[in-house]
């Protein structure tokens, strides 16, 4: 089993920048592809990044790429997703997921642990 805890949300005017940060314990992470999802009230949970076992290979979601970074560090068993030019439709909970020994996917159905959230509000 595999915990995953997010940290790094934030209050933050539109324009700005903040970094999440996953860490995940519980067994063996460096086979792990991750992704970062969002859920804004009233909608489902959406795509937003993914990062195969190494990193070689990220997927973004089209309304964060260019903005959005997704990186991992196996040695500290985590994953970040930086994120610069912040606008209010930015606003929601910020999960990361992980699939085991599989690549990478958009589909939230396709993770098999899931971390709590952390709230990100960008502000006008």
């Known amino acids: 089993q595999v915990q995953l805890v997010e940290s790094g949300g934030g209050l933050v005017q539109a324009g700005g920048s903040l970094r999440l940060s996953c860490a995940a314990s519980?067994?063996?992470?460096?086979?792990?592809?991750m992704g970062w999802f969002r859920q804004a009230p009233g909608k489902e949970r959406e795509f937003v990044a993914a990062?195969?076992?190494?990193?070689?290979?990220?997927y973004y979601a089209d309304s964060v790429k260019g903005r959005f970074t997704i990186s991992r560090d196996n040695a500290k068993n985590t994953v970040y997703l930086q994120m610069n030019s912040l606008k209010p439709e930015d606003t929601a909970v910020y999960y990361c997921?992980?699939?085991?020994?599989?690549?990478?996917?958009?589909?939230?159905?396709?993770?098999?642990?899931w971390g709590q959230g952390t709230q990100v509000t960008v502000s006008s």
């Open positions: 990062i195969s076992w190494r990193g070689g290979m990220t």
């Open positions: 997921a992980g699939r085991g020994d599989k690549w990478p996917t958009t589909q939230k159905n396709g993770y098999d642990y």
């Open positions: 519980g067994r063996t992470f460096s086979n792990y592809a």
